[in-house]
C-alpha cells in the first residue's frame, strides 16, 4: 500500500464553500503549510493540501469547494500544538471564536476549542505529558 508523504492512513477532507479562503485561514491562523492544490476550469479549488506539524507527527488535511453531490459539512478535528494558549489566541485574533478556553484536563492536556468561520471545531490540545492517553 502506498501513502503520500505527509499523509497517514486516514486523512481529513473538509468540504466547504471557498476553499481557498479556508486554506488562507488555515495557514494564517493554525500554522498549517499550503501544499499545493489542484483548480478546476471555473477557478475554485478541487482538491488543496495543507499540512501540520514537521515531525513524524506531521498530518495534511485535504480541503475542496462544495458544490451540488458535495455540501459543506461540519467537522471536528483535534489539534496538537505547542503552546495552548498562544494557538487559541492566534486562532481568535483570524476570526475564529472561542467556545472553550483552555485549560488544563485530566486526561493530560491543555485544551481550549475555537470554531472557524466556516463552521469547523478544532480542539486545540498541549500535551503536557509523554505518557500515553489512559482510558480506564
Not at 466547504?16 to 483548480?39: E, K, M, N, R, T
Not at 475542496?64 to 483535534?78: C, D, N, V
Request: no cysteine.
Amino acid at each position: 500500500m502506498f501513502i503520500p508523504a505527509g499523509f497517514a492512513t486516514v486523512a481529513p477532507y473538509l468540504v466547504v464553500v471557498d476553499a481557498a479562503a479556508y486554506i488562507d485561514f488555515l495557514v494564517a491562523a493554525l500554522d498549517g503549510v499550503h501544499v499545493g492544490s489542484s483548480i478546476r476550469p471555473d477557478g475554485v479549488v478541487a482538491n488543496g493540501q495543507v499540512s501540520f506539524g514537521e515531525s513524524e507527527h506531521a498530518a495534511t488535511i485535504m480541503v475542496s469547494e462544495a458544490q451540488p453531490g458535495f455540501p459543506a459539512g461540519a467537522a471536528q478535528i483535534y489539534l496538537f500544538v505547542e503552546d495552548a494558549d498562544a494557538a487559541m489566541a492566534k486562532a481568535v485574533a483570524h476570526g475564529a471564536t472561542s467556545i472553550m478556553e483552555a485549560d488544563d484536563r485530566p486526561y493530560g492536556d491543555r485544551q481550549g476549542g475555537i470554531v472557524d468561520p466556516w463552521q469547523t471545531t478544532w480542539w486545540i490540545s498541549q500535551r503536557l505529558t509523554a505518557d500515553a492517553y489512559s482510558f480506564e
